[in-house]
DNA sequence: TGGTATTGTTCGGCTAGACCGAACGGAGTT
DNA sequence: AACTCCGTTCGGTCTAGCCGAACAATACCA
């Protein structure tokens, strides 16, 4: 049997069209969106959007809203979450790790799993502050500028870390952000090194992040955490301190399912 | 403007089919699906089954498992979960008491809201024993044999009663299930009374319930709290006891998200 | 090792069904 | 009361989804 097609090519219109205005709804406010308004960003007439509701409703993943009929996810979209969060092995396992890591430092922890050389945000544990990180779970993310990216980079060939640098170009986003593969290489030779990852202020102004990665059964990085504050609110000094806790539990998730410890260079796990 | 169609008119054939693809996805085992094993679920042909797929595949609605392509839920359906707690109003701010009610009785509890007179649950907290309970989120559950379902229908007018007994037929799933409706109307009066349900193994044999509705800011219920446990783990005379926990603990709900805290009958709220 | 059964992927034709534009009817506004 | 805007309905057009069948690759078994 071949192997699957890398292009859209079996692209259904409509399905994608449904699949693009349940994102659009996701992202939008918590009032939701009029049929005008979701046609204008789905970029298709008000019947065509209104047809793709209707049916978004009848299975529940949409819910109508009086006055005024607003539309807004519906509950079914939890069911598939639940049932997500069972078939990924790790993530009940997982999470009590995360909450004792955000009770240890106080900040916002994250996890991650590795998707091909990329982070994808599956789970958040907000710390006790006031202030909350917008951090959208289940996307995604580009490597290069977050710790948890950076952390599950640095465990892999450095050939695959080239591919992913020119697939994506290593865009910019703040003045902090690493643009060019020899910084980058550079980075991760020293995430390696102390065990963890550091985002200084690289993909949001003022905002630090630390992980480090935990690797699976076959010794490839399974996923990485990460928490995230103000830069403000800790002196340089301090942040390796909070890697070495990160370091910590990375460790412990890779304890609790089964996976490989994280050994310090020269024999670090690198396996692609 | 004229109201929603309530019939299926609008429903647009391969959307659907989508949205049951998911479905079908989320209540398989954790290793997910073949292609053939979906299309015969589906009902579908192997190739629309494919093409689907690989549409959903191409939005990270589903993930590719090697070896031997097995089609699995993928993180996307993370990101509208968590667009939806956002959006559902009270999801955070009653949570923290969901986890207090778990820990004040050691159930497993579970958040419901009022949808038409039906729940959904939107949340559960597993107690800390071993057994789980296989209780799906999002789905829209019946109300005549669960106890957060009674307690939101004591809250509502007895024509909402009967217009959903004559709906849904009140199916039987055990031998103690409440099937007609004399009885069901006479248990709601005893639940407005004491101010909390009891599912005494209606639903699952052996298994108990005990919840209680939240008035939201219109006094109608916005929802339900309940907890979900072994009956052999309580003798009859501490269900009363549950039952006040569990009651306090929904008025606590009520306060928290700005709702009216339940009054004893004859002044118990009862609007539509 | 070779043969067979099964599964994943591709392709092309047919027509069902998705898409759009336009019209209808409430609701809110000035 | 007239106007405007929005949600819903409807029917025609033609695209694009659906299927069946062929192909390729793997797994199983002898």
Redesign the interface.
């Known amino acids: 049997?071949t192997r699957?097609?890398q292009d859209?090519?079996?692209?259904?219109q409509?399905?994608?069209r449904?699949?693009?205005l349940?994102?659009i709804?996701?992202?939008a406010s918590?009032?939701?969106l009029s049929v005008t308004e979701a046609a204008a960003q789905l970029e298709a007439s008000k019947s065509t959007t209104?047809?793709?509701l209707?049916?978004?409703m009848?299975?529940?993943?949409v819910t109508?809203q009086t006055p005024?009929?607003r539309y807004?996810?519906?509950?079914?979209?939890?069911?598939?979450?639940?049932?997500?969060t069972?078939?990924v092995?790790f993530m009940e396992t997982v999470r009590p790790i995360a909450r004792a890591l955000t009770e240890a430092t106080g900040w916002t922890s994250r996890v991650a799993?590795h998707?091909g050389g990329y982070p994808?945000f599956?789970d958040r544990v907000d710390g006790p502050g006031t202030i909350r990180f917008y951090t959208?779970?289940?996307?995604?993310e580009l490597p290069h500028r977050s710790s948890a990216g950076k952390a599950i980079l640095a465990e892999l060939d450095e050939s695959v870390v080239l591919a992913i640098a020119a697939e994506t170009g290593l865009p910019r986003s703040t003045a902090h952000t690493i643009t060019d593969v020899t910084s980058l290489l550079a980075d991760l030779a020293l995430c390696r090194s102390r065990g963890f990852a550091v985002d200084d202020e690289e993909d949001d102004d003022g905002v630090l992040c630390v992980g480090a990665a935990f690797g699976g059964r076959d010794g490839a990085p399974a996923g990485a955490v990460s928490i995230t504050g103000l830069k403000a609110e800790v002196p340089d000094w301090k942040v390796h301190e909070l890697g070495l806790v990160v370091r910590a539990h990375a460790d412990q998730m890779a304890l609790a399912i089964g996976g490989q410890r994280w050994r310090a260079e020269p024999s670090a796990v690198r396996s692609k």
């Open positions: 049997m699957a097609p859209g090519r079996y692209r259904l409509g399905v994608s449904a699949l693009r349940l994102d709804l996701a992202d918590a009032d939701g209104f047809g793709l209707q049916t978004l009848a299975f529940n993943y109508d005024g009929p807004r996810l519906g509950p079914a979209v939890l069911h598939l979450a639940d049932a997500h069972r078939t092995p799993i998707d994808v599956i959208p779970l289940g996307v995604r």
